[in-house]
């Protein structure tokens, strides 16, 4: 009897031992995975994606050579910490709680992060960290923003992206891991290239673009004034595809390349009307490029699936074999990736909520590759959209040809006060120019995307199904409008209240001349554009800072507010009053009144504005 159990030992030992041993290969099999990610970049200013200014994106291009390339794929969300937190949670903004720009602290589910490092990878992230994740910081194994000598890494320097990619490889390596890393390029998020103090940007493109070389988006008007900014946007998509570059060239040199699984996206569209803080075609459509080691095909285009962002999750789960909860609302597209059919892959669901001030515009949408359908319950003809396009160069340009150009004056009323349904058809309009909604000879397209767009909204809980059968009850859409725009606003003042000490405690005195943050001021014609370079301590939560425009007597003449976190760069455009000239203006700056407990930062001394030439 003793022998038997001897003998049972034994086996059951060696069983157990081939269990751990299998467990190992598999995990050694496992790819490496490489995510890059660049900022309000629209889909069809990649060459390898339609773009006809030549030399834009050599280097996306190239990896577009080597990956499968997707031709209907979409995120879900035009703006970038919801749209990224879709990415990495697999659930859209209404069940993820990050509908806005502001911090879940105690999220019931789980994101790339924790699935990546339960597998057994090492993790790390470079840039876009506050904003990739519920919550920060979020337990990365490793922060990518600051070198390993302390000193901080410029978010629009190509070459440190790739001294990121080779620190993480390395670490990885130490730790004896497969790795996870996300790269997120800050570029051709503003501020675009040269938009810098004196306009001497350190950090320049390896290509210049000129306002002459420029064709226009469809989306906007031909205009000299436009095509100067876009001119500056498009030599910042040149520098994203720079540090794209250096990236791939890190892990070219690391030896891991063939055994590394890369996706590649944009967040959203570009930082320009009718793009970003939108759901519109181009607001929403990515160059997702996936490079699966002997699993995609080359230079192939995936022109029958319909893809997006809330499906990466489950996709990663098949790629890195973690598993996922199955309440999930996207699902793996890894079979597309193998070159497989799918079924149900004709359409996918896109959602807007707040922007970054918590103003509420929610929005809906349902997209296939020929019909877009819109639903706007905010839209009520009086209530301006809050959009971060509204102080562009472009967009003030639209607004003075208004006055005189019809066409324009009908685009920029959409703009602010949309309808509360659209439809485009946009594979002949891609530009969604015209809206179809009262064309009879549409209304079946429209009936249906209706009904679809339901099923989703029944299916996911979404908190606008309640109101979307009764689209037409203008007093109940506001009475939704009014309970939901309360609740935010009482959310940020919850926020903000948690940021302040009880009054029966001491506060902190008004710290002056602490250096949070450095600006120039910059005179151009009719304009003032400021740009704030700014540098929290990472302990602190998402606050305001605030930009007044002053007369010489200290009157306050304009004010401009945006939420910030971390380290980066804001601009701000005022209006040059009338009758008033560089030298009879100035500005003051704070970051509060709820920074670390009502610490704060002013400046009253008076910035002088440069003129540009």
């Keep these: 009897m003793q022998r038997l159990l001897f003998v049972l030992a034994v086996f059951c030992s060696a069983v157990f031992c081939s269990i751990l041993e299998i467990g190992r290969l598999n995990a ?34 190239a990896l577009a050579k080597t990956a499968l390339r997707f031709s209907h794929a979409h995120v879900q969300v035009g703006n970038c910490m919801p749209s990224r937190n879709v990415m990495w949670s697999g659930r859209f903004p209404h069940n993820n709680g990050v509908e806005g720009f502001y911090q879940v ?57 790739g001294d990121s990619v080779r620190q993480a490889i390395a670490a990885a390596e130490q730790a004896d891991k497969p790795f996870c890393v996300m790269v997120n390029i800050s570029d051709p998020h503003k501020p675009f290239y040269s938009q810098v103090r004196n306009g001497k940007d350190p950090h320049v493109p390896s ?112 790629v890195m074999q973690f598993d996922v909860p199955t309440d999930l609302d996207g699902r793996s597209f890894a079979a597309v990736l193998r070159d497989e059919t799918q079924a149900d892959r004709n359409f996918i669901v896109k959602e807007y909520n707040e922007n970054s001030g918590s103003k509420r515009n929610p929005m809906r949408a349902i997209e296939t590759k020929d019909y877009l359908y819109l639903f706007n319950p905010w839209s009520n003809g009086k209530l301006i959209m809050a959009t971060a396009t509204n102080g562009t160069q472009t967009w003030k340009r639209m607004k003075s040809l208004a006055s005189s150009d019809p066409k324009i004056a009908a685009r920029v009323r959409l703009m602010e006060y949309r309808e509360v349904e659209e439809l485009y058809h946009v594979g002949s ?26 099923t989703h909204m029944e299916k996911t809980k979404d908190p606008l199904r309640s109101i979307f059968d009764q689209r037409d009850d203008r007093q109940l859409l506001q009475q939704f409008m009014d309970e939901a725009q309360a609740q935010a606003d009482e959310r940020r003042k919850q926020r903000k209240a948690k940021q302040v000490k009880p009054k029966n405690e001491s506060k902190p005195a008004v710290k002056k001349g ?100």
Excluded at 431 to 445: K, R, S
């Design 429 to 454: 309009d891609p530009d969604c120019l015209v809206n179809l909604i009262n064309d009879p000879e549409h209304e079946l397209a429209a009936q249906k995307l209706r009904s679809q767009l339901a």
């Design 207 to 318: 290509l210049i673009f000129q306002p002459e070389q420029i064709t226009t988006p469809g989306f906007l008007p031909e205009d000299a004034a436009i095509s100067q900014e876009l001119a500056l946007y498009y030599s910042s998509v040149r520098r994203a595809d720079d540090c794209l570059g250096q990236v791939l060239q890190a892990l070219r040199e690391s030896g891991h390349e063939q055994k590394t699984f890369v996706m590649f996206l944009s967040d959203h569209g570009m930082p320009l009307p009718f793009a970003k803080t939108q759901l519109y075609h181009h607001s929403t459509r990515t160059p997702l490029m996936v490079r699966w080691p002997k699993v995609t095909k080359p230079d192939t285009i995936e022109e029958n699936h319909m893809v997006s962002a809330v499906d990466f999750i489950p996709t990663l789960a098949e």
């Design 28 to 61: 050694a099999d496992r790819p490496n995975v490489l995510i890059v990610t660049v900022d309000d970049m629209s889909c069809d200013s990649v060459g390898a994606f339609g773009c006809d200014l030549p030399g834009t994106t050599p280097n996306m291009d």
């Design 514 to 613: 602490k250096k949070f943050f450095t600006w120039n001021a910059v005179s151009r014609g009719s304009d003032i554009l400021v740009t704030i370079s700014y540098e929290l301590p990472t302990t602190a939560d998402e606050v305001a800072l605030i930009v007044t425009l002053k007369s010489a007597k200290n009157k306050r003449l304009q004010r401009h507010q945006a939420e910030i976190l971390g380290t980066g760069t804001k601009q701000f455009t005022f209006a040059m009053p009338d009758g008033e000239t560089p030298a009879s203006l100035k500005l003051a700056a704070y970051i509060g009144p709820d920074y670390q407990r009502n610490w704060q930062y002013e400046n009253e001394s008076v910035v002088k504005l440069i003129q540009s030439p």
């Design 105 to 161: 602290k105690e999220p019931s589910y789980q994101v790339l992060c924790d699935y990546a490092q339960q597998a057994g990878y090492y993790t790390a992230i470079r840039h876009k960290i506050s904003h990739s994740t519920p919550y920060n910081p979020y337990p990365w194994d490793l922060e990518l923003d600051s070198a390993p000598d302390g000193s901080k890494r410029h978010m629009k320097n190509a070459a440190s992206y």
